[in-house]
């Protein structure tokens, strides 16, 4: 079971979407608009509290893409805030990125790290219109990773 503990921490650290190319998320006039946040947004309840995440996109209402960043370290340690700088830098190039907590695993076995991520992408699917994010009805297909190791 470590060996697939690991495996699956390596995996799935961060999903991205998209409807639109990523070279319509790098416009260079995004870079002069300001970040909107929106900081510790509850999108699923466990016994062991609250999950949350954190948003970030260029303060306007144009669609865009949206990125899931979710931090490293194995499944067992780090928060949501070790995402913040690569949020706000995608944020910046006219990206909506998403911050998010997941159970770690000292306080829920597996897979529940991987229901929390799904919840989070649940949450934003049925958000993505308060949030400006391309289609909100997603699929497998557009899902892509990033990786930030700890």
Same mark, same amino acid.
């Given at each position: 079971?470590?060996?697939?503990?690991?495996l699956?921490?390596?995996?799935v650290?961060a999903c991205a979407?998209?409807? @639109?190319?990523?070279?319509? @998320?790098?416009?260079?006039?995004?870079?002069d608009?300001?970040?909107k946040?929106?900081?510790?947004?509850t999108f699923?309840?466990?016994?062991?509290?609250?999950l949350l995440l954190d948003?970030f996109r260029?303060?306007?209402?144009e669609?865009?893409?949206?990125v899931l960043?979710?931090?490293g370290?194995f499944?067992?340690?780090?928060?949501?805030k070790?995402?913040?700088p690569?949020?706000?830098?995608?944020a910046d190039?006219?990206y909506?990125?998403?911050?998010?907590n997941y159970r770690?695993?000292?306080?829920?076995?597996?897979?529940?790290?991987?229901h929390?991520?799904?919840?989070?992408?649940?949450?934003?699917?049925?958000?993505?219109?308060?949030?400006?994010i391309?289609? @909100?009805?997603l699929?497998?297909k557009?899902?892509?990773?990033?990786?930030?190791?700890?």
């Amino acid at each position: 079971m470590g060996k697939l503990h690991s495996l699956i921490g390596y995996v799935v650290v961060a999903c991205a979407f998209s409807s @639109g190319s990523a070279a319509e @998320g790098l416009a260079g006039s995004d870079r002069d608009l300001p970040v909107k946040k929106w900081l510790d947004v509850t999108f699923a309840e466990h016994a062991t509290g609250p999950l949350l995440l954190d948003v970030f996109r260029p303060d306007d209402d144009e669609l865009r893409s949206a990125v899931l960043c979710l931090h490293g370290g194995f499944w067992a340690k780090g928060s949501k805030k070790f995402m913040h700088p690569l949020a706000e830098d995608l944020a910046d190039r006219g990206y909506v990125a998403i911050s998010s907590n997941y159970r770690l695993s000292g306080v829920a076995p597996a897979p529940a790290q991987l229901h929390d991520v799904q919840a989070a992408i649940r949450y934003l699917r049925e958000h993505a219109d308060e949030y400006a994010i391309y289609g @909100g009805a997603l699929d497998a297909k557009e899902i892509a990773g990033i990786y930030e190791r700890r």
